[in-house]
């Protein structure tokens, strides 16, 4: 009895359709997924952007819905990094890098660090860098120094200049020149930091004011205390330099919060003419004799004009 044949057609109909089939599925699963990204707010998006670019140190804050919507993208990432303990990779890192040091290490009561429109700001009280009377660094003042250069070698591309400013207190029974002393002590400062080879030296500059800006009444001994502060202002130097906003603040660091930025056709000076006058003149460079001298001093803290 002869073998009757198998019918081979039809299996091998059932293969190409069974890949056609899951083309199909394929195809169809991905116009699905277009259609759902389609709908999804720029938020979400930007959620789930940033919590793969932060290499998971974001993302449990987004995915419990922690996170404020309208906050920003980058400070999350930027806060994240400072948080693993990396050093700062950008001018507005460097701002939350020192603020951190000065909370780790316990310096709130002596080191105040803001932030302005083009510039961070450290301000030091005296007893943490010198002694009464003295403009030799403290080692207590050198450690500072040295954990804080890391951070702002790590950003010196985006920096200006570094300044740093010292400022003494009225004190009737001082024998030391003010004018000396603050100079000396901004000096000691910005030596230290050009010996760090943090960033180049010629973006360093230095001044004394001596006692004649202070941020409150030489009345009491802790006002006394405030007053006398060194100062170290960091510039940024991607800013737009056009701003309004960066002129004010420019003209404050240089001259005190005295002046105010002109608009329109008003000439440049002091808030009132009765203050800041031979700054004013130092300013414009209209002064001669001794009254070119006195602004001198006062707005470069070169020379000594007062005991204090």
Known sequence: ??????????EEGGSWLDTYGDMITLVLTFFVLLYSMSSISQEKYQYIAQAFSSMGNVINAVVAGEVKVDEPLGNLVEEAQLNAGETPE???QLYQYLKQY????NLSQSVEVTKGTANVFLKFRDNVFFNP??????????DI???ISGGIKAVDKYILGIRVNG????AENSTVNDRDLSTG???AVLKYLEALNIVENAKYSASGYGKYRPVAPNDTEENRRLNRRVEIIIARNDVDYSNPDVIKEFFEVEYGTNFVVPSGDEKLGPESSGTSTDASNASSGTDSGDSQNSSSNESTGNESSSNG
């Open 167 to 170: 400022y003494t207190a009225e």
């Open 145 to 147: 120094l040295n954990g």
């Open 1 to 10: 009895m002869a073998r009757r044949k198998s019918n081979d057609s039809s």
């Open 185 to 187: 002590r901004a000096n």
């Open 102 to 105: 000065v909370e780790e290490n």
């Open 133 to 142: 009377d003295s403009d030799v660094l403290r080692q207590e003042g050198k």
């Open 90 to 92: 950008t001018f507005d």
